[in-house]
């Protein structure tokens, strides 16, 4: 007798991730406008789910709803480590952003957001940007990102690279002994708005930088701007000392963790793990990972300060505090791995909230 295979429900899915199951999880679609989107909601417990909205042409639904489900459970778990009294969230939208987006579809995705009622807070992410968010505010009030003209603190990106560099800079003790790039060769993957923010950064810190990227207008972009950088078709696999993914998730899998030459990971990339059992691969290597939801939360501690009207310099003090975050997990990773020291450090938050009914 054969017993056919099926795939897990939405409820079967969400506990794949952890035994933190997901509070809510909505699907929208507009026919006018052609939206197809689902907003993850997976923990409120320190305060409304923020996260924000991806634009991509999945390959299915299936594959949508596997990535919002596990963006969104990151998104806890970044808020919580990053101490921010937020909770986790995420949306994506089905599509190519280049030909799908329009206003009415922005608009038409803002209006369901509207109707959660304020919990669930969405902001910028891959395929989406601060004139998207301009749109969306439009139609909604739970939304942050937005352009500074439009009252909000502006792309995030900036802050979100600064995180990365910092934690980078806690690898790197970690690893070498002294926290600087200097002297270091680093790839990065994906040279979009945070990548080449942060070779910016690690250029000023006398770090050798290759980059590589599936779009050949970022790659001339960044040699441009940056001429000091090296172009490769792969930088994962390269002889280099830090592997930074800062494109797509999902990039150190198994047969990646085999070859990877470089003795750092850090990057910002969101679930650059395959699967969990991947950190336990690298580590037998000798190879350190910052897990990503500590690493890339300068975006979230923005568009958090940007709710809580702080001031930039106090914003971006804590986004420099991911450097001490960093060096505490990797000191109280011994014998667990980083991965887990993190969850625990977010989990110590997220326990201490009362269960209410």
């Given at each position: ?84 009294d937020l909770g986790g969230g995420k949306a994506v939208i089905i599509g ?262």
């Amino acid at each position: 007798m054969t017993v056919a295979h099926t795939e897990p429900g939405v409820f079967g899915r969400s506990h794949e991730l952890s035994a933190r199951a997901h509070e809510q999880v909505v699907f929208c679609e507009d026919d006018r406008s052609g939206l197809k989107a689902i907003i993850a909601i997976h923990s409120t417990a320190l305060g409304p789910a923020l996260g924000g909205t991806r634009f991509y042409p999945y390959a299915d639904e299936s594959a949508a709803l596997q990535d919002v489900l596990r963006l969104s459970w990151g998104m806890t778990y970044k808020a919580a480590a990053a101490g921010v009294d937020l909770g986790g969230g995420k949306a994506v939208i089905i599509g190519d952003p280049a030909t799908l987006k329009s206003e009415e579809l922005l608009a038409a995705y803002a209006r369901f957001v509207e109707t959660l009622g304020g919990r669930y807070i969405t902001a910028g992410d891959v395929g989406t940007n601060t004139d998207d968010l301009d749109v969306i505010g439009r139609h909604t009030r739970h939304v942050t990102g937005r352009s500074v003209g439009a009252g909000g603190s502006g792309d995030s990106a900036r802050l979100t690279a600064l995180g990365v560099f910092h934690a980078m800079r806690a690898g790197a003790e970690s690893v070498w002994g002294a926290p600087t790039l200097a002297g270091r060769t680093v790839g990065v993957e994906g040279v979009g708005k945070v990548g080449s923010e942060l070779t910016a950064l690690l250029l000023a810190d006398g770090a050798e930088v290759c980059v590589t990227d599936v779009n050949s207008a970022a790659l001339h972009r960044i040699s441009v701007e940056q001429p000091a950088v090296r172009l490769l078709s792969a930088v994962a696999t390269a002889p280099v000392d830090v592997y930074a993914p800062c494109a797509m998730g999902a990039t150190l899998t198994e047969a990646s963790a085999a070859t990877i030459e470089a003795k750092l990971i850090c990057g910002a990339a969101n679930n650059q793990l395959a699967t969990p059992d991947i950190e336990q691969a690298l580590a037998a290597r000798g190879i350190t990972w910052v897990p990503d939801f500590v690493a890339n939360a300068g975006g979230l501690i923005q568009v958090a300060g940007e709710l809580r009207a702080a001031a930039p310099a106090e914003v971006e003090a804590e986004v420099v505090d991911i450097y001490q975050r960093c060096r505490e997990i990797i000191a109280a990773a011994e014998g667990i791995g980083t991965g887990a020291a993190a969850n625990r450090f977010a989990e110590r938050r997220l326990d201490a909230i009362p269960r209410s009914l």
